[in-house]
């Protein structure tokens, strides 16, 4: 373990004094037994027993990609520990066992159901039968199979560039391999999926660095590390097993590096019910350093941590020689760009970064894993590559206990991309080399679109059918305005889901809009597989959905239904794909890395994908060395009152807007409308730093008005809080209403963490 004692001390404090992490109300640390109280009611209320059977079920968990559960049972990692389910597990599988939505209700005019909140369209309870919004009417009535299968049918049969399909990493690995088969016999490339809106720059990066786009950090490896850099993530919300792993590396020694704008109280202290005695009701620190940089500027705090290092002549050039291509020129930048003009950019200063450095350099295995606030910026995928570089300059790839880790989303997202879901220029050419032996002909080159340009197309009047399958693709998207404009420029809408929510009641299609009630994970008739962001692959075991007399289909059972009466029995017989296990050997023999999943109905092994996890500094890259990139540095200028057409002189302020989560919602599906963690009440609130509200004039929990630059949400509650001055926090999807898509060209993701917009007393 590495050993902090002799570090240089600061010439300056280092650690700015940790502002309030929020308003006077909120809690001082995460986690606790808030808890552990959200836990006994559930689970102790009329829905537990039925609770208590899903989690301990044999599947992974529903909710995040950390991917606890699976054929080992609910509650095991993939080390075989013994763990507990968090209640983000609890909150997701409340969700999926409400009673069915009742009939009167979902056929109440859609003008009616358009009221809702993305809470109230959740709490409508499960789809229990298929439904259809036809032209020329006002509600959603009900529709047998043979009618859907006939308008899917012919909806397929528009030339290829004009039908696509949309998913979400909910779905298993066996539905997400039919789908872009489908898809792909139909010679369409539209493979639209909700990474593309989240961590596709980790992906379009590591995989040029790496040959690999996945984490190469396995959790034994991480359990190893002596230090962690957590850049851009919400884990104690997100990812709440993640902070187990952070308490126990600090526990023997280790320090964790939050780069992070908001101060956010569970990553400075959080206290874990799976450490009853030791963190509970004390709570553990969490991070031993936390640079509270100016939302965007993660380049900036990189390079300056590079150029720390070299100037404290701690990069690993033999490694870099031997390991690595492009690393002069990564050098050759740090050293060129001064430090005035790296502390101005990050807000961070030269000592803190000086620290972060030393830490780095002083420890023995570092693991930099990141989320959204990484990912979700116009120079995402250069927020990836200079994290990699610091990893790479450091020596801290290929080798246990070490290396990137970006801390996936949805339970099977990861899964998605694995299966071949993804756009043209994104599909590992083993995959397009099998397929195009199991067609008997070459794949079709068009590009495809992905999620973003998918919507401008549908706006551009270019699509006439699209397959949902799960997600909320309307309100994910940035211009709600847009994205609803686009839904109604597409003919056929089909939708697979479980629950109701925004998207079935304004992402309606031209003609027709079909949603269709599918069993979620738990519940399937047949087995599936799921795979984890640590590249993890789970079995889930068949189960029983508790909703009386309801009319559901698998996921795949539908998709092998519409592939067959669309294209018979070619290149597959699509009805023997009923039974899953065809499907698996068929993966195994498509996706690289995935042969074992061939015999898992015989072993019930579960495996780690080969060719992912870096224990040696050997890479999938044809040279087998690691490739460096220069990152240039972002330009982080908001635009003016006047560019806003704000008179200048209304008080106002001009903030760089971060949108994510709160902590009770899964992505657009709001659980409970506040976040007491960071002291917002309800879903109207901006949280903004006292400085920004002294400036221009505010008070706090004044009413006020946010705009950007496609609307403006009024009577907005300001909340004072942890957030770095000059940026400010909302939630999505409501925010999503106010501000159009900037966005990384390379990965396509928008720019949801830095959206600028002006601040205004009505
Ligand atoms: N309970 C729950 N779990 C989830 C989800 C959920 O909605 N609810 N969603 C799942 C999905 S799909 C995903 S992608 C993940 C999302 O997990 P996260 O990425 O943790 O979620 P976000 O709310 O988007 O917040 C990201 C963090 O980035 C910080 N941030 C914002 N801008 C910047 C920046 O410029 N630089 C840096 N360094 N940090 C910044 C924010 O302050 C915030 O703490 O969680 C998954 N798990
Ligand atoms: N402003 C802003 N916007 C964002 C983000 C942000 O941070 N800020 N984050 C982005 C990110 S990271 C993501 S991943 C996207 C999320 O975008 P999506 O993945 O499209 O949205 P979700 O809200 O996760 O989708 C929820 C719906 O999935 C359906 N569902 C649940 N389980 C299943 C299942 O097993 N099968 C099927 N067929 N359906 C199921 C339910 O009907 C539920 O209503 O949002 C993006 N949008
Ligand atoms: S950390 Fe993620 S996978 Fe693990 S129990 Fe919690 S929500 Fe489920
Ligand atoms: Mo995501």
């Given at each position: 373990m590495a050993d902090f004692t002799d570090a240089k001390p600061p010439s300056?404090?280092?650690?700015?004094?940790?502002?309030?992490?929020?308003?006077?109300?909120?809690?001082?640390?995460?986690?606790?037994?808030s808890v552990i109280q959200y836990w006994a009611e559930h689970t102790l209320s009329p829905e537990g027993p039925k609770l208590w059977q899903t989690l301990l079920h044999k599947s992974a968990c529903?909710?995040?990609?950390w991917g606890t559960g699976g054929q080992k049972g609910g509650f095991t990692n993939e080390t075989g520990e013994k763990v507990q389910r968090c209640m983000k597990s609890v909150e997701a599988i409340s969700a999926e066992i409400q009673p069915a939505a009742p009939p009167q209700v979902l056929a109440q005019p859609i003008a009616e159901l358009q009221q809702l909140t993305s809470l109230e369209a959740d709490r409508l309870g499960r789809l229990s039968f298929p439904m259809i919004l036809r032209a020329g009417s006002d509600h959603y009535e009900r529709i047998g199979w043979d009618e859907i299968y006939q308008i899917a049918e012919t909806a397929l049969r528009q030339p290829p560039e004009r039908i696509a399909s949309y998913s979400s990493g909910r779905s298993s690995n066996e539905a997400a391999f039919l789908l872009q088969l489908l898809m792909r016999t139909l010679d369409s490339n539209n493979l639209a999926d909700c990474s593309d809106l989240c961590h596709s720059p980790s992906t379009v990066g590591l995989k040029q660095m790496f040959g690999s786009g996945t984490s190469m950090v396995s959790l034994e490896n991480l359990q190893q590390a002596d230090c962690v850099v957590l850049i851009g993530s919400n884990a104690p919300a997100n990812h709440p097993r993640l902070m187990n792993e952070l308490i126990k590396l600090r526990d023997r020694g280790g320090k964790v590096i939050v780069i992070n704008p908001v101060i956010e109280v569970g990553l400075v202290k959080f206290a874990s019910p799976a450490f009853p005695l030791t963190s509970l009701l004390t709570g553990s620190e969490i991070a031993s350093l936390y640079l509270q940089l100016i939302p965007g500027s993660d380049v900036a705090v990189f390079v300056g941590i590079q150029k720390a290092l070299i100037e404290a002549g701690q990069i690993q050039i033999d490694y870099l020689q031997q390991h690595t291509q492009g690393w002069q020129a990564v050098v050759d930048q740090a050293k060129a760009t001064d430090w005035e003009t790296i502390t101005t950019i990050c807000g961070i200063s030269q000592p803190e970064i000086e620290l972060a450095a030393q830490m780095i350099a002083r420890s023995q295995t570092v693991v930099f894993a990141w989320a959204m606030g990484v990912t979700q910026h116009d120079n995402g995928v250069d927020n990836v590559f200079s994290i990699a570089n610091t990893a790479l300059l450091t020596g801290n790839a290929g080798k246990p206990g070490a290396g990137t880790m970006p801390i996936r989303g949805h339970s099977n997202v990861q899964g998605f991309g694995s299966m071949g879901v993804v756009v043209t220029d994104r599909l590992k050419q083993e995959i397009q080399q099998s397929l195009e032996q199991l067609l008997g002909r070459s794949l079709s080159r068009v590009p495809g679109y992905d999620t973003r340009r998918l919507i401008e197309a549908a706006d551009a009047g270019q699509i006439d059918t699209l397959i949902c399958l799960g997600g909320n693709l309307y309100a994910a998207n940035p211009d709600l305005t847009q994205a609803k404009r686009a839904f109604s420029q597409i003919d056929t809408v089909i939708y697979l889901a479980t629950k109701p929510n925004l998207g079935h009641f304004h992402g309606l299609g031209r003609q027709n809009t079909i949603v269709i009630p599918v069993f979620n994970r738990f519940e399937n008739p047949h087995k599936t597989t799921t795979e984890s962001g640590n590249n993890y692959v789970r079995l889930n075991d068949e189960g029983q959905t508790h909703l009386k007399d309801a009319d559901l289909v698998s996921e795949v059972e539908f998709l092998c239904e519409l592939a067959h009466r669309s294209l018979g029995d070619y290149p597959i017989q699509w009805r023997q794909m009923l039974e899953t296990r065809y499907i698996r050997q068929l993966i195994a023999q498509t996706i690289p890395g995935y042969e074992a999943i061939g015999t898992i109905d015989d072993t019930l092994e579960e495996f780690t994908i080969g060719g992912r996890i870096f224990d040696q500094p050997q890479f999938s890259t044809p040279s087998g060395q690691a490739q460096m990139f220069v990152t240039p540095l972002p330009n982080l200028q908001l635009p003016t009152s006047e560019q806003f057409g704000i008179p200048a002189q209304l008080p106002h302020r001009i903030l760089s807007l971060m949108t994510g989560r709160s902590y009770s919602q899964h992505n657009t599906v709001v659980y409970k409308p506040d976040d007491r963690y960071r002291g917002m009440p309800h879903r109207n609130c901006i949280l903004m730093n006292a400085v920004d509200i002294q400036l221009a004039g505010f008070t706090a929990h004044q009413r006020v008005t946010v705009q950007g630059d496609a609307g403006k949400l009024e009577n907005v509650e300001i909340i004072p809080g942890?957030?770095?001055?000059?940026s400010a926090l909302m939630f999505y999807p409501e925010v999503n209403l106010i501000f159009k898509a900037r966005m990384d060209e390379r990965s396509g993701t928008p720019a949801y963490k830095r959206v600028p917009v002006v601040v205004y007393a009505a």
């Open positions: 300056q404090p280092i650690q700015p004094p940790l502002p309030d992490a929020a308003g006077a109300e909120a809690p001082q640390m995460g986690g606790g037994l529903l909710s995040c990609a942890g957030v770095r001055p000059g």
